[in-house]
């Protein structure tokens, strides 16, 4: 079985050759570029052993640590097909576990996993010029091999079980903005990081942490020793074994379980509502997000509140405020609105809301539900906003003070904008309307006020720490992110709960409201 | 005085009619072929049902049964009742009040029986909840009925094919062109496509509804069998106010399962507000309104998950398309995706909206925007229609496959509850009728009852005033120019 698996795979890589000119150009030259810039990697890899033996560790293991990770999450991402499917081999009738040893035995075979291999060797090469046993760097390597080939397997099975029928533009869309989420501010630490003179200590502490996670164990076993490398020894092997255990069992999934036939058409033309649950949570988030992007009464909203948020610190820019301290103040400013945003969310709907009503939908439901889109567009741009005021400021130790004050300043205002849009609605314009033709007001002005003021004073505490953090004490800023989260987080849940309660009670209130739209 | 009618001619009669007068003829084959259709697509998905093979065994022996027992009775009401069709003499004028009388207990007559053999129907096959006799019951209902109705449904296309096949097969009907996959088939196939239509297709199996709360319902309803069935809806003594108007103002109705009821009444005259009562989307400042037996009050949602509801007036969301407006619908009360995405194409079909279903609601012409509506309001196969003004805006075509879409539900039990402007509407299709003037029940009853002597527009007016104030605009016949 496994030879045979062996030589199907080859054939496919010879295969893979046997193209239209066009295409095998293509193929060709894409595979020039990637053993060019593997070569470039091993090269450097063997050149390690001219810098000092703590530099090299380091990033070996962020190196490695890296590409474990990329193996991980880039066929997750991309959906790309596994031309190793453990579904094809289901007409064969073999046993589920040959299947999964075979393949996965077959699997460093094909271009990722030669590069890994490759990659893998250069490193032995490093570790040995650094006096590494060698035995101890070939079972270091050997672990690297097995986890990568074995992570991308998996993510391609988790790919094919969970996602293949959700895929969609607006999926790919969402996995950008939320790779883009980690990875900015990753870069921005990364490229403040005081390089000249050695590795920046922040690296070095990085790389020591990520020795005894799943991603950096395998190679840190290389270059540790005594009671460290116990550590991440069990944590590679077990790794190793874990990712082992998870294929077999995605295999056994995918070849018992029939593929769910999905009529053609069935997700084609939803847009959102094929990727949201199909809950009635998940179609709610689905109507807000195609409205929220959509209609430009929310649109506005948007746009304006970054922008204006950037725009009411130039005053004290002008008058000689530094910057450092200026930059700080947007990102605060920007959650606050960003959560007080949806206060009267309800009223946007006139009287369509009358669907939710007469379908019994749980409150709840309808709650969180519009809370996605806001969420959606508020945790990237707060990220974006975050890093670059942090960037701006210079110290990175504020970093979770910020962070928390954000967090509580959002979260508090999403939670009492869950309640007031229940409990207070009032008039804006239609639907259809332009965003800024506003109907005679009825009120209002109120409920505005009480949820900005009620979000600013729950978030006292965090706001109170994180002061304190950037006047001098710089541990309080983990104090100020813990308490931030607290808080938000309690009255996100409490607001939505709250506010859920009062939907379902408040129905024909709601109704009499949105008749006088 | 009225042309002689029997009740089922009448229902049937201005149907078929319309339907081989104006375009629809071409709709019927249409329809049936897509009648077809969802078979073709839902026998791929019988893979997801197999979980439980066992069953449809002894579904199978229920379901032979139960056809077999009410068939006979209703084959020569049938018979009877096809030559009525024809020429309509057989059972007719016994005068309209007795005609009236007869209707409830009709229906109350096939409930019992199948109560006590609460095991055969496919439904808790496919829908996880184990609630048996939720099903038994319409489909038992609909046996006799839709043998006595055999035109109606074969016009209304969409809704038939199985049913009316298994029905028709043994009457020797010639309606072959639909019977296509049905009846050819083994045993086991039968049952299977009996299992999924049960879910599939909207107004034939009004109890799908896929809540829970339909055992509690079941169970009110089995306690009251011994005395008489419990009505589609009953309002009692319900009132609302606006400010100082008293806009509804103790009304009482009560509307027989099974029975399209028209409400009718000048403008402003509180129509729309009972209907949004009656949806649970206002609060009656007093009285109880209960929807088949459930109190909408003490439990809205169990209430609310019988009923489909279409507004007047209200918007919905108009920057969806077409099928994402159906699949909000559909998943706002809790179906799953893949059976929305099924009768959002079997609404479509149905309602002529297919084409439509990629554009913008917001695109929508005001009739377009009322059937998609309506499309929604049925998608989750509710017991009770709530319908304000279905009819207006909708081109003569489509109100006649909308009326035939409707009285095939009815036929099965389902219940139909409309305001409407057109009388003659009214008086063409609705059993039951109540005039509301100022907030007031002027009168219920049959539509025969309550017209007397006059036709339903002649006593529609002397009830709601008349014309006699018609003065003072002398000025107008001035012309000023």
Redesign the interface.
């Known amino acids: 079985m496994v030879a045979h698996v062996l030589r199907l795979r080859l054939a496919l890589l010879v295969g893979a050759l046997n193209a239209r000119p066009l295409v095998l150009l293509r193929r060709l030259a894409g595979f020039a570029v990637l053993a060019l810039a593997v070569a470039a990697v091993c090269v450097a890899l063997i050149r390690l052993d001219r810098v000092p033996d703590g530099e090299a560790a380091t990033l070996t293991v962020v190196g490695s640590s890296l590409l474990v990770a990329g193996f991980f999450l880039i066929p997750l991402f991309s959906g790309v097909e596994d031309p190793l499917d453990p579904r094809r081999f289901v007409v064969t009738g073999e046993e589920p576990g040959r299947v999964a040893w075979s393949v996965a035995l077959a699997s460093p075979l094909g271009i990722p996993g030669l590069v890994v291999v490759a990659v893998a060797a250069a490193m032995i090469a490093a570790w040995t010029g650094h006096g590494s046993p060698a035995g101890l760097a070939v079972l270091a390597a050997l672990l690297l091999v097995g986890t990568s080939v074995l992570a991308a397997r998996c993510a391609m099975a988790v790919s094919a079980v969970a996602l293949r029928d959700r895929r969609s533009p607006q999926l790919t869309g969402l996995m950008v903005t939320a790779a883009g989420v980690v990875a900015i501010p990753v870069a921005a630490f990364a490229f403040s990081l005081e390089w000249s003179g050695g590795l920046p200590s922040q690296l070095t502490e990085a790389a020591q942490v990520l020795a005894v996670t799943p991603f950096g164990a395998a190679s840190a076993i290389a270059v540790r020793s005594g009671g460290e490398l116990v550590a991440s020894m069990l944590v590679a092997v077990g790794t190793l074994l874990a990712l082992a255990a998870l294929w077999q069992l995605l295999v056994r999934t995918l070849m018992t379980s ?1 593929e ?2 999905v ?1 053609v ?3 084609r ?3 959102w ?1 094929a990727v949201m649950p ?3 949570g ?3 988030a ?2 807000s997000i ?2 929220w992007f ?2 430009p009464r929310y649109l506005a909203n948007v746009i304006v509140v970054p922008v204006a948020s950037v725009l009411i610190v130039t005053p004290l820019l002008v008058v000689g405020v530094p910057l450092q301290t200026v930059a700080l103040i947007p990102p605060p400013i920007l959650a606050l609105f960003l959560g007080w945003l949806v206060h009267n969310d309800l009223a946007y ?4 809301v ?8 749980r409150g709840v439901a309808d709650r969180l539900g519009r809370l996605v889109p806001i969420v959606l567009v508020g945790v990237p741009l707060l990220a974006l906003a975050i890093t670059a005021s942090i960037w701006i400021h210079g110290r990175w130790a504020v970093l979770p003070a910020l962070v928390g004050v954000c967090v509580s300043l959002f979260a508090t205002g999403l939670g009492l904008s869950s309640i007031s849009s229940v409990a207070a609605p009032y008039a804006v314009s239609r ?2 309307e332009g965003p800024f033709e506003q109907p005679q007001r009825t009120g209002g002005s109120m409920v505005q006020a009480l949820v900005l003021l009620g979000a600013i004073l729950l978030s006292a505490p965090a706001l109170w720490w994180g002061w304190l953090s950037l006047t001098g004490d710089e541990d309080e800023a983990w104090t100020s992110f813990w308490s931030g989260v607290g808080v938000g987080a309690a009255v996100l849940v409490v607001g939505v709960a709250v506010g859920g309660a009062l939907f ?1 009670r408040r ?2 209130r709601t ?2 409201f ?2 006088t739209l | 005085m009225t042309p002689p009618k029997t009740r089922p001619p009448r229902k049937k009669a201005p149907v078929s009619g319309a339907g081989t007068a104006v375009p629809p003829p071409p709709e019927v084959p249409a329809a049936v072929a897509a009648a077809e259709l969802p078979g073709t ?1 839902v026998d ?2 019988a ?2 049902v197999p979980p439980k093979p066992e069953i449809p065994a002894s579904v199978a022996a229920a379901r032979f049964e139960e056809p077999i027992v009410p068939d006979e009775e209703p084959q020569d009401l049938d018979e009877g009742t096809d030559v009525a069709a024809g020429d309509p003499d057989p059972i007719p004028e016994t005068e309209p009040v007795a005609e009236a009388e007869p209707e409830p207990v009709r229906e109350a007559e096939p409930e019992p029986m199948p109560e006590p053999e609460p095991e055969g129907e496919p439904e808790p096959v496919i829908e996880p909840e184990p609630e048996s006799p939720a099903d038994t019951h319409p489909e038992v209902i609909e046996v006799p009925q839709e043998t006595e109705d055999i035109e109606v449904s074969n016009v209304a296309g969409v809704s038939v094919p199985a049913d009316a096949a298994e029905v028709e097969e043994p009457s020797d009907v010639t309606v072959d062109p639909q019977e296509g996959p049905g009846p050819t088939d083994a045993d086991a196939p039968t049952v299977a496509f009996e299992v999924e239509e049960a879910e599939e297709l909207a107004p034939e199996a009004p109890a799908t509804a896929v809540m829970p709360q339909m055992n509690a319902e079941v169970e009110t309803e089995a306690s009251e069998e011994t005395t008489r069935p419990t009505p589609a809806l009953r309002m009692t003594d319900v009132s609302k106010s ?1 400010g100082r108007t008293r806009a509804v103002d103790a009304v009482d109705l009560e509307i027989p399962a099974g029975s399209f009821y028209g409400i009718v009444g000048p403008n402003g005259a509180g129509k729309t507000t009972t209907l ?1 009562m009656i ?5 009656p400042d007093g009285g109880t309104i209960e929807v088949g037996g459930i109190d909408l009050r003490r439990d ?2 169990g209430a ?2 019988l ?1 489909g ?1 279409l ?1 007047d ?9 077409g ?2 407006l159906l ?3 559909g ?4 179906l ?3 059976v929305v ?2 009768r959002t ?1 079997d609404l479509g079909r149905a309602f002529d909206l297919t084409a439509a ?2 554009r913008p609601v ?1 695109d929508y012409s005001a009739g377009m925007t009322k059937k998609i509506m309506l499309a929604g309001a049925m998608i989750h196969a509710p017991r009770l229609l709530v319908l304000d003004e279905p009819f207006e805006a909708v081109d003569p075509v489509s109100s006649e496959v909308i009326l035939d879409i409707l009285s095939a539900y009815v036929a099965r039990g389902g219940t139909v509850v409309l305001s409407s402007h057109g009388m003659e509407l009214v008086e063409r299709v609705c059993d039951g009728v109540a005039v509301i003037v100022s907030g007031q029940v002027l009168a219920k009853g049959t539509v025969d009852e309550v017209r007397g002597d006059h036709t339903l527009a002649e006593r529609f007016m002397q009830l709601s005033g008349g014309l006699s104030d018609v003065e003072g605009l002398e000025w107008l016949h001035t012309y000023s120019d």
């Not at chain 2, 007036?313 to 398309?321: A, C, D, N």
């Open positions: 029939t769910r036939v009529p058409g069935e997700r033309g939803l847009g509502f199909g809950t009635p998940g179609a709610i689905a109507r195609v409205y959509s209609d709907d006139s009287t369509g009358w669907l939710h009503i007469s379908a019994g939908v639907p259809g379902e129905t024909s109704m009499e949105a008749e | 697509p791929a998905d893979p997801e606006f949004s949806a649970g989307l206002l609060r809205p949602r609310k998950a009923m509801v507004p007036r209200l918007r919905t969301f108009e920057r969806l398309t099928r994402q699949h909000y619908y998943v706002l009360r809790g799953r995706g893949a995405a099924e194409e279903l990629a917001s």
